[in-house]
């Protein structure tokens, strides 16, 4: 059986120990929630600074060149690119995941209508667990279109092989599930999407900076994803856009906006989309916001996803062994997958009452999320959780379900 004394000691040989001195996290918290808003880098307090006060505040309008403004969609793509398995000049960060997944599908849905013999093609396969916004933008889209396209929900990842078929035009599915932390395998679902004649859309929003991911090597055709979530860009921070490279030709998505134009300054009353992933781009962007994006990036430089994974199965597995073994008489229930395989960076376990249970942990420091139904979400970013803090928050835990320190009529916030 371990003891706390075990997780000191594993805090010491870990060799990802020191990233944590990079980020400022509050005394007497221990924050499980990275998988929702990422905790801050140190330096993105001063680095805003600069945008505000030089880049802005004394270069003004020149900053858009001289400070490289009008680059940094590209420059951030290119750092957030080894990261996700892509290659420079692939990816773009811009925009949000649900304005990222409403370009993408729509490009995707695009490119099957204009291709021979595919006309039939109308349907979308998705999952009815999805985060709710990207089942909704595919509604948004098809609605909008008003030309017979249909959505196909799946309930659970092994009706995928029934569910593809001629008629798909789209595989648009999230690679690491936001409530139960159930991972794709990315290859599998991937090729069997294409063996159909289908293309594959990836929702990363809890996979970039959680898991290392392979797009390119695995056969994705499009991916987009958050990066105020493990990759830690700050609240509302922009997201990204992955298009492979073989679809950049002919990737037509309908925010055609100056950005994505050819010569944006030529000031052409013609749209003419630009070669490129920055095709994916609208209009002007949030740089303080992009920024700060590029603080986090920086962190992931110093280290690889292989390395992160490592340490962040280990966590899982801890906190899960922990659970399991000191709550034995409560009602709480896994919902994440044990095989490692099949597991994001998150640990999620039902509890009948799972929300007054969560504001508890809240109070007492340890702030994980809650999600319906009955979901209590614990998130475990490899940058800076150390094994102590698992032993603490699951020794808190205890305590609360021992003792019932908890209000069962606890009402609900606006965000939970
Ligand atoms: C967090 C998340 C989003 C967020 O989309 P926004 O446009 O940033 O609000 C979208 N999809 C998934 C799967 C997510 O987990």
Avoid at 4 to 17: E, G
Wanted: net charge negative; aromatic share 8%; glycine share 6%.
């Amino acid at each position: 059986m371990m003891t706390r004394d075990d997780c000191v000691a594993r805090d010491k040989a870990d060799k990802l120990s020191s990233l944590r001195d990079q980020f400022d996290l509050p005394d007497g918290v221990i924050y499980l929630d990275g998988n929702s808003l990422g905790a801050r880098p140190k330096v993105a307090l001063s680095r805003v600074q600069q945008v505000v006060n030089d880049e802005w505040g004394k270069d003004l309008i020149r900053s858009w060149n001289k400070a490289g403004w009008f680059d940094l969609p590209s420059r951030l793509g290119d750092k957030l690119a080894t990261l996700i398995g892509a290659n420079p000049n692939e990816v773009v960060v811009t925009d949000s995941t649900s304005i990222n997944l409403f370009k993408t599908l729509a490009a995707a849905l695009h490119k099957q209508s204009r291709a021979e013999g595919r006309s039939q093609r109308h349907v979308i396969v998705t999952e009815r667990a999805n985060f709710p916004t990207d089942v909704y933008i595919a509604q948004g889209l098809t609605s909008w279109l008003d030309s017979g396209y249909e959505i196909r929900m799946i309930d659970s990842p092994d009706q995928l092989n029934a569910a593809i078929d001629e008629d798909t035009a789209v595989v648009m599915l999230t690679h690491v599930n936001y409530r139960t932390g159930h991972m794709h395998d990315m290859r599998e679902v991937s090729t069997l999407a294409h063996a159909r004649g289908a293309l594959m859309l990836w929702d990363l929003a809890h996979s970039a900076g959680a898991v290392p991911v392979n797009l390119n090597a695995d056969g994705a055709d499009y991916a987009v994803g958050c990066t105020y979530k493990y990759l830690n860009g700050g609240p509302g921070s922009p997201a990204f856009i992955w298009v492979a490279a073989q679809h950049q030709k002919d990737f037509r998505q309908p925010l055609s906006g100056w950005w994505s134009h050819a010569s944006p300054f030529a000031m052409q009353p013609q749209f003419e989309a630009t070669g490129g992933i920055r095709r994916a781009l609208c209009g002007t962007q949030p740089i303080a916001s992009l920024a700060m994006v590029e603080c986090g990036l920086d962190i992931f430089a110093q280290t690889s996803m292989a390395a992160l994974r490592e340490k962040s199965l280990a966590l899982t597995d801890l906190f899960i062994d922990l659970v399991e073994s000191r709550c034995r008489v409560h009602p709480l229930e896994l919902v994440t997958p044990r095989e490692h395989a099949h597991r994001g960076s998150q640990v999620s376990f039902a509890h009948p009452h799972g929300y007054p249970v969560m504001q508890a942990l809240i109070s007492r420091g340890v702030i994980g999320d809650y999600r319906e139904p009955h979901i209590m979400r614990f998130g475990f970013t490899p940058l800076y959780t150390r094994f102590i803090d698992v032993w603490d928050a699951v020794d808190i835990l205890v305590d609360i379900l021992d003792n019932k320190r908890y209000d069962p009529a606890a009402l609900r916030d606006a965000v939970t």
